[in-house]
């Protein structure tokens, strides 16, 4: 009998065991959320007169407010910093409740109560909302654009997007220009107006997306770069990588791809601007090995900075590429390509790699972090991309790295180099790291018989050098945390 008795009990529960592993909820799907109330701009849980104040403190400068607080803002969800959501918020903040601030308001339709809150996935990418307000800083703008952008024709929706964004970046580097220009030295100010007036002309000539491009480009530079404290080898080392872009389309270089010269004429050019451009007087030809193998330091740098490629965490990286994946100014600059051996000069590939970096250094705090981490994100979308067939790919998007700069022809080539080089100029110095770099092309260019072609990527390669020495030096990170 008694056996009996654990036999049955022994029975049921294992059919109860069993019942509860297959019938019982459990927990399929873990996502951490954040709970947030649109409008509560001080995060205390409540709509006030403290969340207006916070509000005025926003408009003095919303760009340097970071991405969740002016998502907050953006109460109507249209994606937009608007006159609406100040309205809503006013509105709201009047009555405090959101039962009586829908049922007291008129002639508009108020968001339901329950719209007022939203579950963010914390591993979602924050879009920041596009600035969309009449501001009166707009009287202060050194564009003569500005007053009319928004009355531009709107009957296409990416016509209007466009237009959106223009009006954004104008507004932003106006903020910025406003906090900088009693401290901008002279050439800064000359590159400055130099930078406008080419917007000026690409707003005359209806060119807009590389007005957009532009205008972004003019906003990293006031928002990040200072070359007050830099060294005078900083602050020329772009006019010799404009004299290498200009090179690629002169006469002297034509003759060269029809043979009517040689390599060392071309040498020779750029040799002529080293040393009058930066002091330096090398010959190409008889350039040494890139790496000298009996110099110690350049082991400890090298341990160094795969120490930090290393100790990169999975949460930095997917912090990256969902801003690589999601953020609008970073895909406008990164979806400008062009066929395949057009972009000679290397226009398309600078833009995109500075907010990478930017981006990258405001996860990490710290440039060599920053540069790990960016060394190592070259390297992640490789195998979502080869995994699409080629005949599905267009021909003038990058093969190699689909959400990364370069070309089809460049792929993450030229994004390495950015970094890598950008990278040594830190662990040593900017000179050393562009004789470096021009020993490592040099290498190259000898192995390929001195081709036109190979002539190519050597010059190409050494303005994308040049772009990531002169970048990751002047970023100035006291200026870029201060802009959340």
């Not at 059919?15 to 947030?36: A, F, M």
């Amino acid at each position: 009998m008694y056996k009996r008795t654990v036999i049955v009990f022994l029975l049921i529960l294992t059919i109860g065991i069993t019942g509860t592993i297959l019938y019982l909820p459990t927990n399929r799907v873990k996502i951490d959320s954040e709970l947030l109330m649109l409008g509560d701009l001080n995060n205390d849980n409540q709509w006030d007169e403290k969340d207006i104040d916070e509000l005025n403190s926003i408009l003095q400068n919303p760009f340097m407010k970071n991405r969740l607080l002016q998502y907050k803002v953006d109460i109507n969800q249209n994606a937009l910093f608007d006159d609406e959501d100040i309205l809503f918020l006013k509105h709201l903040c009047n009555y405090k409740n959101p039962y009586f601030a829908h049922e007291k308001i008129q002639d508009i339709i108020f968001p339901q109560p329950r719209e007022l809150y939203r579950y963010l996935p914390k591993y979602e990418y924050i879009q920041q909302p596009l600035f969309s307000i009449k501001h009166d800083i707009i009287h202060k703008s050194p564009f003569s654009f500005l007053q009319s952008i928004k009355n531009q024709d709107e009957s296409s929706y990416y016509s209007a997007e466009i237009f959106k964004e223009i009006y954004n970046e104008a507004i932003r580097f106006t903020f910025a220009l406003e906090m900088r220009k009693k401290e901008l030295t002279d050439i800064e100010h000359d590159y400055m107006e130099h930078k406008i007036q080419i917007c000026e002309e690409l707003f005359k000539e209806k060119q807009y997306y590389r007005l957009l491009l532009s205008l972004i480009s003019l906003v990293e530079d006031a928002e990040t770069l200072s070359i007050s404290s830099q060294s005078k080898f900083i602050q020329k080392v772009l006019y010799f990588r404009d004299n290498l872009k200009n090179l690629l389309v002169s006469k002297q270089y034509k003759d060269f791809e029809n043979g009517k010269s040689d390599y060392l004429t071309i040498f020779k050019i750029i040799e002529s601007h080293l040393n009058a451009d930066l002091n330096i007087s090398v010959k190409l030809d008889i350039l040494p090995s890139a790496r000298d193998f009996t110099d110690l330091e350049n082991y400890i740098d090298r341990v160094e900075w795969q120490v930090y490629k290393s100790n990169t965490s999975k949460e930095d990286f997917e912090k990256l590429v969902l801003y690589a994946q999601y953020d609008k100014r970073y895909l406008r600059a990164v979806s400008r390509t062009t066929p395949k051996h057009q972009d000679i000069q290397l226009n398309n590939h600078n833009l995109p790699m500075i907010l990478l970096f930017r981006e990258s250094l405001r996860i990490t705090k710290n440039k060599k972090a920053a540069l790990g981490l960016l060394d190592e994100a070259v390297r992640i979308p490789m195998g979502w991309v080869k995994n699409i067939p080629k005949n599905m790919l267009p021909s003038s998007i990058a093969l190699e790295n689909f959400l990364l700069p370069g070309n089809k022809e460049d792929g993450s080539d030229k994004t390495r180099h950015w970094s890598v080089f950008g990278g040594v100029s830190i662990y040593k110095n900017p000179k050393e790291s562009l004789i470096l770099a021009l020993k490592r092309e040099n290498q190259d260019l000898k192995t390929n018989g001195y081709s036109v072609e190979a002539m190519n990527e050597f010059i190409r390669d050494t303005i994308a050098n040049v772009n990531g020495i002169y970048y990751v030096v002047s970023l100035n990170p006291h200026l870029l945390f201060e802009i959340k």
